[in-house]
């Protein structure tokens, strides 16, 4: 591809190792962080992740550009990477949002508004797509800015995006025009962090042993509160498998001490349970459950060390407890890709269709073993009781049941972890750049 056809990348700061983020404005750590071997102690200050992850692997398609430089017969995009521990709307927030807190150069604005501009939103390590966050992009973007919205891409983590936002614009009657609906894109962006640790570490491949039967039935993570891990919890300790299996429960939730994990059991929210205040008592004498001791969150969500890897050896089947499961946004965070990493089975314990949405990424399940029903049911409590159902069938296995198992499940589980390689940036980065020129024509 011609440079003058390219997707131009820009940005307003630049270091030797790469582009400043144009959230907001550098400042030392962000020039420290890419400057030529210099680190900082921060997490919050990095060289653009999205120009790494996304734009730099499809040269033929992007260019790295300075803003300066940009004129109107240019097509860019302007990107910005938000944080999740931002509260959302702050973004986009009458006259003191993302433009101005990124002091973004009025000709870039005018470019995207009158000519071959694109603003590029990336949050996708969290699934924002509720009503109040959409309204707040369109009042932002749209009636405070003017710029229309088919100039906006909104990369998030929800990977039903686009029907929650179709329906969104639904009921609010915005009209199917380009001037009035922004651009939405699914990026499971955490698969991309075991993708590239795959490439780039050449991390060891478990050894899985079809042969070996696990001293554990289930592996379960937890660190943070929310309703269905309690009530998961309660209704597994109720049928004896928490004792059998490797869980982590806080008595405390670990961000927010004052917040005790005995505060949020409410043995009626789902009487399909049956649970009483004894099971409550149980669970409460055990807790805190500790698999490991390990409490730095990088560590926990990459694990480049492997030093979970042994609780999936010796372990059957991961329950994943995800971070949506009441709400209709399917989320898939590194929580879904870790079992594909260490070749183990799953039960994504989360919003309805989030198995389905791992196999439109071209995952495997394994509705061959066990009723996965559960993942088509919408009603929160209908589907607990069908997971829970689950879980007990596969505690009830024996062990020649269990061998049996593993001999069958060993080829989707290679599959899975091969699968893992392959880095969504790539189809990704086609989505932006077709999005771009649909636009356009």
Not at 160 to 188: G, H, K, L, T, W
Not at 202 to 210: A, I, N, T, V
Not at 350 to 378: C, H, R
Request: proline share 6%; hydrophobic share 35%.
């Amino acid at each position: 591809m011609d440079i003058k056809d390219a997707i131009k990348i820009v940005y307003a700061w630049y270091g030797p190792k790469g582009p400043i983020w144009n959230t907001e404005l550098p400042n030392i750590l962000s020039f420290a962080n890419v400057g030529e071997e210099v680190r900082t102690s921060s997490h919050n200050f990095w060289c653009d992740e999205l120009w790494i992850k996304i734009f730099r692997h499809k040269k033929e398609n992007y260019l790295l550009y300075p803003n300066s430089e940009t004129t109107e017969d240019d097509i860019f995009i302007y990107p910005f990477s938000l944080m999740w521990r931002i509260h959302f709307q702050n973004y986009f927030f009458g006259n003191t949002g993302i433009l101005e807190y990124g002091h973004v150069s009025p000709h870039i604005i005018h470019q995207v508004r009158a000519h071959k501009g694109f603003f590029l939103i990336d949050l996708s390590v969290e699934a924002f797509v509720q009503d109040d966050q959409l309204l707040a992009m369109h009042t932002y973007f749209n009636e405070i800015h003017g710029l229309p919205l088919n100039k906006i891409i909104y990369l998030t983590g929800c990977m039903n995006a686009q029907e929650i936002y179709d329906e969104f614009c639904a009921r609010r009657m915005i009209p199917n025009r380009p001037d009035q609906r922004m651009n939405v894109i699914s990026y499971p962006s955490s698969q991309n962090v075991y993708a590239r640790q795959l490439a780039q570490y050449e991390l060891s491949e478990p050894d899985f042993q079809p042969e070996y039967v696990p001293e554990k039935l289930f592996l379960c993570w937890n660190r943070r509160f929310r309703p269905h891990r309690t009530e998961l919890a309660l209704a597994l300790d109720k049928a004896g498998l928490v004792d059998r299996s490797y869980y982590s429960l806080n008595d405390k939730d670990p961000e927010h001490p004052a917040m005790k994990f005995k505060n949020t059991i409410d043995l009626f929210n789902n009487p399909l349970l049956e649970l009483k205040p004894e099971d409550a008592n149980n669970l409460l004498s055990k807790v805190p459950l500790i698999i490991d001791n390990h409490t730095n969150i990088v560590q926990m969500c990459e694990d480049k060390e492997m030093l979970a890897r042994n609780y999936y050896k010796n372990s059957l089947v991961s329950i994943v407890t995800e971070t949506n499961y009441h709400l209709p946004e399917v989320t898939l965070t590194e929580k879904s890709f870790k079992p594909a990493k260490e070749k183990h089975p799953f039960i994504i314990v989360g919003s309805k269709n989030s198995l389905n949405s791992m196999k439109k990424l071209g995952y495997k399940t394994f509705s061959d073993f066990w009723d996965e029903s559960y993942d088509d049911i919408a009603d929160p409590k209908l589907r607990m009781k069908a997971i829970v159902d689950v879980c007990k069938v596969i505690g009830s296995w024996s062990e020649p049941q269990i061998v049996e198992f593993r001999q069958k499940v060993k080829p989707i589980l290679e599959h899975n972890f091969n699968m893992l390689r392959t880095s969504p940036s790539e189809w990704v980065s086609e989505q932006i750049s077709n999005t771009v020129r649909k636009n356009l024509s």
